[in-house]
């Protein structure tokens, strides 16, 4: 084995009540697709030319220092409380402090049962694998935190969902897998000792300057509400924002069904198992102050007099839309080149985006043409498009280099969903040649590359993606 992986493992140390330790389950024949040699560097790791890179990212061999465990959280789905989710088919190796001396998790995903696999069989398939491989790393690139994707193989083993379909393993990296959840399962159990323990750890690891509860909620918010503007600023729709798949670091996690718009429409859901559209692309912004007033509750039993700590807590989070607003203000401001909007900007935001829903232009290449010059070809009819061109050139009649801040601000390339679905029938009919394609042109969505110029289109009307789906 020359694979080496300089673990310095942290979450192993806590309390037995926080993870189980387990093992990832061997699989019949492990194959590498992908593996990300620049992470890899990142991470301090070495030995990329070990023959048994399969094997050691299937997890049918555990590298040196690694202490398998899988965590244990809890979560609000679509709003309901569910007592106890954790790891069901993933498994945390262990962390790693990166050149740039931030600590980072390196975790199995559909890596086998666990403790809290329930009625599930603690695989994934290819199809998610790749999915989460390729947008995350896109996410990356466009500049959004996110978890990221070490590595990827096929297991040469048969998944069943809807079909058999062949099984894969995600090595995901994260700068934790801390989770909303994760302080709601030891809230809602009572444990304040477990709870503080947490707490102390997570303040430690993500925020060393938030000493209490009320500053941590609000470092928290703080990314979030940042994160939320980002995804609302590319047309990302995450999906199942559900606690457990909220990240106490501000980092984008779990890519199940999420996906990005094509034409703009604020109430856009793709996710099959989202009904009512409660995690639609505009609901994002709500919902993430629903998901940070659940941490707060769980925060509370931290405080000496949780009662009277439920006002000031409360007055936090409703502070929240106005973090979003002005994220989202700052974030769609450079999209049509101000560097510095004004609370009045919102409205001429607002007209073009009202513009492009009447007319359902295509999202990214809208505000790409506002730097292209393009712009008016996606309408139809331009003439409100003329219209509001003419306010918006007087306003940026005063605005230093307006045309590189929105080149920085709008991207040429997204992974659309309906490359993702295609490059995933590819793969699983043993062709990786579509997503190695996907990973470079991704790798610089903010590039005009003349050779990825098909990737810019929106679908066909008979490529349109209708719903996406969870891995389970
Ligand atoms: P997710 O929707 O991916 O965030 O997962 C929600 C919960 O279901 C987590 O506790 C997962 O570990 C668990 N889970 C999802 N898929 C599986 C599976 N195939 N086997 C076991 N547990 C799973
Ligand atoms: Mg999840």
Not at 252 to 266: L, N, R
Not at 362 to 386: H, K
């Amino acid at each position: 084995m020359t694979l080496h992986i300089p673990f310095d493992n942290s979450y192993a140390t806590l309390p037995e009540t926080f993870y189980a330790r387990v093992n990832p389950e061997p699989v019949k024949a492990p194959s590498l697709i992908a593996i990300n040699e620049e992470l890899a560097r990142d991470l301090g790791i070495d030995g990329l030319d070990d023959p048994d890179l399969a094997a050691l990212f299937a997890g049918n061999a555990i590298p040196e220092g690694a202490t398998p465990l899988a965590q244990l959280y809890a979560g609000h789905q679509f709003g309901q409380y569910n007592p106890q989710l954790g790891d069901g088919r993933a498994v945390l190796l262990g962390e790693t402090i990166g050149t740039d001396g931030l600590r980072r998790d390196i975790q199995l995903k559909g890596s086998g049962r666990t403790p809290f696999s329930r009625m599930g069989d603690g695989r994934a398939w290819l199809g998610p694998v790749l999915r989460e491989y390729v947008v995350s790393e896109a996410m990356h690139a466009l500049g959004v935190p996110s978890t990221r994707a070490l590595a990827a193989v096929r297991t040469g083993e048969v998944v069943v969902r809807e079909r058999p379909l062949p099984g894969a393993v995600l090595t995901r990296v994260a700068q934790s897998h801390l989770r909303v959840g994760t302080f709601q399962v030891f809230a809602a159990r009572g444990d304040t000792k477990a709870l503080q323990t947490l707490f102390d750890y997570a303040a430690a690891r993500h925020y060393p300057d938030a000493d209490d509860p009320a500053s941590f909620l609000t470092a928290v918010m703080r990314r979030q509400a940042a994160l939320v503007a980002q995804w609302l600023s590319l047309g990302f729709i995450h999906g199942v924002m559900n606690t457990d798949n909220c990240s106490i670091s501000g980092e984008t996690i779990d890519y199940g069904p999420c996906a990005f718009m094509d034409s703009y429409h604020p109430e856009t859901v793709y996710s099959s198992i989202d009904r009512f559209g409660r995690y639609s692309y505009a609901a994002q912004a709500d919902i993430i102050v629903w998901n940070m007033a659940q941490l707060a509750t769980a925060l509370l039993s931290l405080m000496p007099d949780p009662e009277a700590s439920v006002e000031p807590f409360t007055a936090l989070i409703h502070t929240m839309p106005e973090m979003i607003r002005a994220e989202w203000l700052k974030r769609f401001g450079a999209k049509i080149g101000l560097a510095d909007p004004k609370a009045e900007d919102a409205k001429l935001i607002a007209d073009l985006l009202n513009l492009m829903e009447a007319s359902e232009t295509d999202f990214t290449n809208t505000f790409r043409g506002l730097v292209d010059g393009t712009a008016r070809d996606q309408f139809a009819d331009p003439t409100g498009f003329d219209q509001w061109s003419d306010l918006w050139r007087a306003r940026l009649h005063d605005e230093d280099d307006p045309h590189s801040r929105m080149s920085a601000a709008n991207p040429v390339l997204i992974p659309r969903n309906h490359r993702i679905e295609a490059m995933i029938d590819a793969a699983v009919a043993g062709d990786d040649r579509p997503f190695t394609r996907l990973m470079s042109a991704y790798a610089k969505p903010y590039d005009s590359h003349p050779e990825f110029a098909d990737l810019r289109n929106p679908p066909a009307p008979d490529e349109v993606v209708q719903a996406t789906f969870c891995g389970t």
